[in-house]
């Protein structure tokens, strides 16, 4: 990891879905940055389905992306001012939706919810050595 790069990246953000290409654009540069790019579509794609859960079910459509870059790959969170919790669930394959978390748990090594007073956090964790399996 370079010194001179700051290893942990957060951007707030207003959820449209308009928008979501735009900030796929910023992970991937973030992580071509860090020199992570084996990650970059599992992580656009995790990315996407946590920002669509906020767009979908939150009460409010603010809310915080946060990179970072750890020695084995990357974690990423996404905080929220919704309390639910996101669930995967076995996907229905002939239904529009519900696939997102399902995806997202077979895609990242790690994931899971933070509750706090505001809402919540979900992330997940990609590793570099992993992201072939």
Not at 101 to 130: I, N, P, Q, R, Y
Request: with cysteine; hydrophobic share 40%.
């Amino acid at each position: 990891m370079a010194d001179n790069i700051p290893q942990r990246y957060e951007l707030r953000l207003r959820v449209h879905p308009q928008e979501l290409a735009e900030v796929r654009r910023a992970v991937g540069a973030r992580l071509r940055l860090w020199g992570r790019e084996e990650l970059i579509t599992p992580a656009a794609m995790c990315v996407t389905e946590l920002l669509s859960n906020v767009h979908k079910h939150a009460a409010s459509p603010d809310c915080v992306l946060t990179l970072e870059n750890r020695p084995r790959g990357i974690r990423a969170a996404v905080t929220d001012t919704e309390p639910s919790l996101p669930v995967a669930k076995e996907p229905d394959f002939l239904s529009e939706c519900g696939r997102g978390m399902f995806l997202l748990s077979k895609t990242a090594d790690e994931w899971g919810t933070d509750l706090h007073g505001s809402g919540k956090t979900v992330w997940f964790t990609l590793c570099a050595e992993t992201v072939d399996r």
